[in-house]
């Protein structure tokens, strides 16, 4: 593009921002420079949040001025921040293409964890999922994902790389917009780099990774990352779920199932979360309680209980509160972990399952009528299958 053209000039240079350590290395090397700058440089972008060379103090003039001509150290833009009166906060990040996705901080006392997304929209359309009402405009980087993470840190002050115990920004749960299995290897270029301990260091026991339940790729995860995996179940039978999410019905239950015992690490000490979102008639009555309790049966695991978030549009409702206590109350009972998950940040659409940006929606009418459907149809199997117990 020309100045004349009246937009800005494209960058040309190469960004250092979410290249593996390996590739880090290889394109200073390519530029003529010597291996071991790679590790300098890794150490100012991701241990000290450098946002420039010529905060690099340690490297000489003339080398900051030659990695200026030839590379950038690009972070996401902010299109828009909002900051909840629960303290939570949202970045809206802007990409150099102009495409958008949202990070969310979730503080706690003196910790807390940043929501990652891993696409601009989603492929899987859950019927329950604002995201899933976007048409998937295409995967983030490596440099996007490790890149909000920085925009967050950034926000809070946390450069450089504070200790453990001192940071807010302690947690990361990819469980923003987006499959993430869907998207894995950048997902797991991104997250090597983060949980590097000369940089970032949010170590694998910090790092949470939602799937809808791709399995094929649950098992890579496990493999090559290693992190913690939480499985958005929201239903304990194929009927139901393949209604709510499409991709049962590719990779049902069993096999769903299966990758959860399989998955390297999980134990007592460290076990899978079920993510369950509470649909009024839908998936809440004391019939799916007792389903899923057999269901999970020999799976180190712990349940995590979603109120509905509703969005503009969405046909269904949460549950009632008594509903949800005594559908808790079973899981309990049944010996396992099985709280209800606080919604944050409502008030500026932050919470689960609100993510969206507004690129290539559904139709308001397309998404009501196929919603209003599934409903149905999912309350009748139901009905059925109660009736037959
Ligand atoms: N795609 C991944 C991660 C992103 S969604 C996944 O599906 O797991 C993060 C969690 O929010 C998932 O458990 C998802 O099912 C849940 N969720 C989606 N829409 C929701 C809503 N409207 N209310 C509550 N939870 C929702
Ligand atoms: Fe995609 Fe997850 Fe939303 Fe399903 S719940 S549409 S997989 S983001």
Not at 120 to 126: D, P, Q, S
Not at 173 to 183: I, K
Request: glycine share 6%.
């Amino acid at each position: 593009m020309t100045p004349d053209s009246g937009h800005p000039l494209q960058e040309t240079r190469t960004n250092l921002i979410g290249l593996s350590r390996e590739a880090l290395t290889a394109v200073l090397v390519e530029a003529g420079e010597k291996p071991f700058r790679a590790k300098q440089v890794f150490h100012w972008i991701y241990h000290r949040g450098a946002k420039d060379f010529a905060q690099m103090s340690d490297l000489s003039k003339d080398l900051r001025a030659r990695l200026e001509t030839r590379f950038v150290l690009d972070r996401p833009g902010i299109a828009r921040e909002q900051t909840s009166s629960d303290r939570t906060r949202k970045w809206l990040m802007q990409f150099d293409d102009g495409q958008k996705a949202e990070t969310v901080f979730i503080p706690e006392d003196d910790r807390g964890a940043v929501c990652i997304s891993s696409q601009v929209g989603c492929t899987l359309t859950c019927r329950f999922c604002h995201t899933g009402t976007q048409r998937l405009v295409r995967n983030l980087t490596p440099a996007e994902i490790v890149g909000q993470f920085m925009v967050a840190r950034d926000s809070y002050g946390e450069w450089p790389t504070p200790t453990d115990e001192r940071r807010m920004l302690s947690n990361i749960v990819m469980m923003g917009m987006g499959e993430p299995l869907y998207n894995f290897e950048n997902v797991a270029i991104a997250l090597k780099i983060i949980m590097d301990g000369e940089g970032i260091a949010v170590g694998k026991r910090r790092i949470t990774l939602s799937t809808s339940g791709v399995v094929p790729e649950i098992r890579r995860c496990g493999a090559e990352l290693g992190v913690n995996l939480a499985v958005s179940l929201h239903a304990p039978d194929d009927d139901t779920r393949s209604m709510i999410m499409p991709i049962n019905k590719k990779y049902p239950l069993k096999e769903l199932m299966q990758a959860c015992r399989d998955y390297p690490g999980a134990s007592n000490a460290r076990r899978i979360t079920f993510e369950y979102v509470m649909l009024k008639g839908i998936n809440d009555t004391a019939a799916h309680a007792r389903a899923l309790i057999r269901l999970v049966k020999d799976i180190p695991c712990k349940f995590n209980l979603i109120p509905f978030n509703p969005w503009p549009g969405t046909p269904y409702e949460c549950s009632d509160a008594e509903t949800v206590e005594a559908f808790a109350q079973h899981l309990w009972d049944a010996g396992y972990s099985a709280p209800v998950r606080t919604p944050r940040g409502r008030d500026i659409l932050a919470a689960c399952g609100q993510l969206k940006t507004d690129s290539e929606r559904l139709s308001a009418k397309e998404q009501r009528l196929r919603a209003e459907q599934e409903a149905a149809a999912a309350q009748k199997t139901w009905a059925e299958k109660e009736a037959a117990l």
